[in-house]
């Protein structure tokens, strides 16, 4: 730390980034609507934007990282102010499951005509419950369990178990996207057959991208501690990783219960 | 007071946990209270245990195949297509079943 700083708090240096996070994501929206209505150049700007956006989240991050892991600049009330914006952000997370649970359960619980008035509408064939998508909520819990155990040895300075524990977590974690892309592909319904097509994948689907993040999120954290970048007293990172394993095995317990099992009887 | 726990819960938790008392705590052997090490251990046989059942239970449901669906009669709100997708009529992964 600058020695004649002396106050706690990290005052970020100017830094590009947001601007060209902000301009990833216009091209990303612009390029996708061109795409999706086939304009001519719609892919390219498309893909330059997801680049944009990708390439700006990992130098973003690594500052982050240099800026706490070598510069020392996250003392306690920054670290402090992390979590508090962390938690914020689940916060958040879960107003957006919300909304698909919303639309879900408005179309479940008083089926329209137009899908014969029952929920399953007539015609489609539901996925047993009791088969993968238990078999998955079993994987997840285990995660959780992995992800705990990997908390617990960092605290207590078992860096190795922490190690074996985190990998542990992201292959429970790898498995189950498996199951869940051997799932969809095996589905006999897909997005557009009827609405029941649609809220099951927007709601199932937008978990998996997550589960997916998570398990970046994880990785990157076990790589960390690998280098030593963890320690008992310091490790917001995997703190706020494992708040977001958590987190997406919450949402996992709610659709499993309400689209997977309530919704298929 | 419920509201006053839980509030005072989420400070701790977001200070990091109780991990850092201003003076050191005791801990005695009765307390119920255990640490870190014995924790990781714990946890470690928990997540073995659930590794185990997951495999069980993975070879139990794979073994057993999956189920053949009927082709359900043309409902209009089946399949619908409203216009066509830059790469074709049908959606990247869904060609499979309707054809």
Redesign the interface.
């Known amino acids: 730390m600058i020695e004649s700083q002396r106050h706690s708090y990290h005052l970020v240096d100017p830094s590009p980034w947001p601007i060209s996070g902000s301009l990833g994501a216009l091209a990303t929206t612009v390029g996708g609507v061109m795409y999706m209505h086939s304009f001519q150049g719609g892919a390219t700007l498309l893909s330059l934007g997801i680049i944009f956006i990708l390439y700006t989240m990992f130098v973003w991050w690594r500052d982050v990282l240099r800026e706490s892991t070598l510069e020392g600049h996250h003392t306690k009330v920054v670290q402090l102010g992390l979590r508090y914006g962390f938690l914020l952000f689940i916060v958040s997370e879960v107003m957006f499951f919300f909304a698909f649970f919303w639309a879900f359960f408005h179309s479940s619980l008083a089926p329209t005509v137009e899908i014969g008035g029952i929920w399953p509408p007539k015609g489609i064939g539901v996925l047993d419950p009791w088969e993968i998508p238990f078999l998955n909520t079993l994987i997840l819990l285990s995660s959780g369990a992995a992800v705990t155990w990997a908390h617990h040895a960092i605290l207590a300075g078992k860096e190795k178990r922490a190690v074996y524990a985190l990998v542990a977590t992201v292959l429970l974690a790898l498995v189950f996207t498996g199951f869940q892309g051997m799932e969809y592909y095996q589905a006999p319904f897909t997005i557009s057959d009827s609405i029941y097509g649609s809220t099951f994948f927007l709601a199932t689907g937008f978990h998996g991208f997550h589960v997916i993040i998570g398990t970046l999120f994880l990785i990157i954290c076990g790589i960390r501690q690998y280098l030593g970048h963890l320690t008992k007293e310091h490790h917001v990172g995997f703190e706020a990783a494992a708040w977001y394993w958590h987190f997406v095995d919450v949402v996992w317990l709610f659709l499993f219960v309400s689209i997977y099992w309530w919704g298929g009887i | 007071m419920a509201m006053a726990m839980v509030r005072s819960g989420l400070r701790t938790?977001?200070?990091?946990g109780s991990?850092?008392p201003a003076q050191p705590k005791r801990n005695f052997s009765s307390s119920g209270h255990h640490?870190?090490?014995y924790?990781?251990a714990?946890?470690?046989k928990?997540?073995y245990v659930?590794?185990v059942?997951?495999t069980i239970?993975?070879i139990y449901?794979l073994s057993?195949g999956?189920?053949h669906?009927?082709e359900?009669?043309a409902?209009?709100?089946?399949?619908?297509?409203n216009k066509e997708?830059?790469w074709g009529p049908d959606?990247l992964?869904?060609t499979?079943?309707?054809h």
């Open positions: 938790a977001l200070r990091g991990r850092a640490d870190d090490a924790e990781t714990k946890w470690e928990i997540t659930g590794i059942g997951c239970f993975a449901n057993k999956h189920p669906y009927d359900p009669p409902y209009p709100y089946l399949h619908i297509r997708f830059p959606g992964f869904e499979k079943n309707h």
